[in-house]
């Protein structure tokens, strides 16, 4: 798919687009604060349901993936198409609420027969084909039928766990992360996902609102500086590798993801803009990856690099406006080609690096962190000028001549054995507040992805997300699978070891 394409905007118009989200967020709002005061004077009860339904938000279904122990090879790929199943099944459960909601905020008892009575079938459904093909390749796992219901998110209530404010969160990647590494994946979609429920008008995209809002942006110039970095000791390695792949010129997008939902179209529910190598889609083996093309200066790096696109909330439609993983998944708005993007690997505060074995995947952050908590979350949000002081559940509102970074610090300790896991979290784990990898756990080289996008002022983009994840920003999230060559890898290590900077 071609972006569209599009003028920059001049200063005015940046600043009327950002008025205008700043009104449509608000009204919003405003809308939550009238019908609240319209139930004034009705019965306590009346009162009651109408204050639950007010406050429905999103769909919150536990983490299967958190809890599966092992994946044999021989379940691997049944067991991945009922993960990416049971995202379909909320996607689309989302879908018939927001597109009823008005008539479900009435009767929130309707909420519960209409959409997770028969979502709570359907995931049943998945776990029980989930155990059956787990018990069948030797591993017998209990409770997760247990797992199947799900609630509804009140908009006003945080997930226990949610990080809160914000304001002042750091980017998470090192210490608390730790012991929350096995959290959510960027999930998949399956494809022949049952639909059960009949509140009608299941098959329609999210109407446009189903996030952000105005209370998801601060001022960056209100936060503290927040970043710490762990002393380098006398065995650090210092050294810099930097790899150039640029910026998604050519616009290669696809919603698949291959790391956690292989062989799943339209597995992510949202677009992802992808440099490095360009034969990433869903169904790309690696073979078909270490003979792909590479957008790397250095074509002995045909690794993929790639994470949410950004799109302005400016009611100018992209071309996938009727696509899966755009308008079909209520990710609306025109796609924004960064300004810059900068790859680099770093080493360790207090050891030496080794080289990472080829195929390793990672993902860093959780794009389901909105309702899974921020365990996994990995967000860093700021802007040019202000990079010392970072986001994690907030976009940041930039000062005029200043632009909007994403950034990601990928997890740097390896277990020395597996390329993946069963949950593509527990073969890698970030280093602890001092630099220093767990007990059985080597130091790679660690992936520093920044990336700069030039964007009107003010609280008028969002990242793409899974449509229950109402586009918030603690859901970013960067996907990474080493394709180099492994005498180009030994070079990074040298040059990480050494204290050199290299490109």
């Known amino acids: 798919m071609g972006r569209t394409s599009r003028k920059r905007s001049t200063l005015a118009n940046r600043a009327i687009a950002a008025a205008a989200a700043l009104i449509l967020g608000g009204g919003g709002l405003v809308a939550v604060n009238v019908y609240a005061s319209a139930g004034e004077g009705r019965s306590g009860q009346d009162q009651q349901i109408q204050n639950a339904g007010r406050q429905m ?7 299967v993936a958190n809890e599966i122990t092992k994946v044999p090879r021989r379940a691997r790929a049944q067991v991945d198409r009922e993960l990416a199943r049971m995202d379909t099944q909320i ?13 479900l905020e009435r009767d929130p008892r309707l909420t519960e027969k209409k959409i997770l009575k028969p979502l709570k079938q359907q995931r049943l459904a998945s776990l029980k084909r989930i155990q059956s093909a787990l018990k069948r390749a030797g591993h017998w796992q209990k409770g997760l039928q247990s797992l199947a219901p799900c609630t509804m998110r009140p908009d ?11 304001q002042n969160g750091g980017q998470g990647q090192n210490g608390g992360q730790n012991a929350g590494q096995d959290g959510g994946q960027d999930g998949g979609q399956g494809q022949n996902a049952g639909q059960g429920g009949d509140t009608g008008g299941g098959e329609q995209p999210p109407p446009p609102g189903n996030g952000p809002d105005a209370s998801d942006f601060v001022d960056i110039e209100s936060v503290e500086p927040n970043v710490q970095q762990p002393q380098e000791q006398e065995q650090a390695s210092t050294g810099t590798f930097t790899t150039d792949c640029g910026r998604n010129e050519n616009g290669l997008f696809n ?19 992808y440099v490095g190598n360009q034969a990433n889609n869903a169904f790309a083996s690696d ?5 792909g093309e590479t ?6 790096d045909k690794s993929t690099y790639y994470w949410p696109v950004i799109r302005l909330q400016n009611g100018q439609n992209e071309d996938d406006a009727n696509e899966d993983g755009g308008g079909k998944d209520g990710n609306v708005g025109e796609i924004q080609t960064p300004s810059e993007v ?38 860093s949000w700021s802007c040019t000028g202000f990079e010392d002081r970072q986001l994690k559940d907030k976009y940041p509102i930039c000062p005029a001549g200043s632009q909007v970074v994403r950034s ?66 603690v859901t970013d999230h960067g996907d990474f699978i080493n394709v180099f060559d492994e005498d180009v890898m030994n070079k990074m290590v040298d040059c990480i070891n050494t204290g050199k900077e290299c490109n």
């Open 57 to 63: 938000s999103t769909i919150d279904c536990p983490e």
């Open 91 to 103: 996607t689309v459960a989302y879908k018939r609420f927001a597109d009823n909601k008005t008539k």
């Open 156 to 166: 006003d209530t945080p997930n226990e766990g949610d990080p809160g404010g914000g």
């Open 255 to 273: 919603s698949d993801n291959v790391i956690a939902a292989p062989g799943v179209s339209n597995g992510a529910h949202h677009k992802h803009d």
């Open 287 to 291: 073979d078909d990856l270490a003979n």
């Open 295 to 300: 957008t790397c200066n250095e074509q002995g």
């Open 342 to 379: 900068t790859l680099q690997f770093a080493g360790n505060a207090t050891s030496k690096v080794t080289a990472m074995p080829r195929f390793l995947r990672i993902i860093t952050g959780d794009a389901k962190a909105f309702v899974n908590g921020d365990a996994n979350a990995n967000a």
């Open 408 to 473: 990601f610090d990928f997890q740097s300790c390896w277990d020395g054995q597996n390329t993946d896991s069963a949950n593509h979290r527990t073969h890698v784990a970030f280093a602890d507040e001092n630099g220093q990898c767990q007990e059985g756990f080597q130091a790679i080289p660690q992936l520093k992805q920044r990336i700069v996008y030039d964007l009107p002022p003010g609280p008028g983009f969002a990242v793409d997300s899974f449509p229950e994840q109402l586009h918030k920003p």
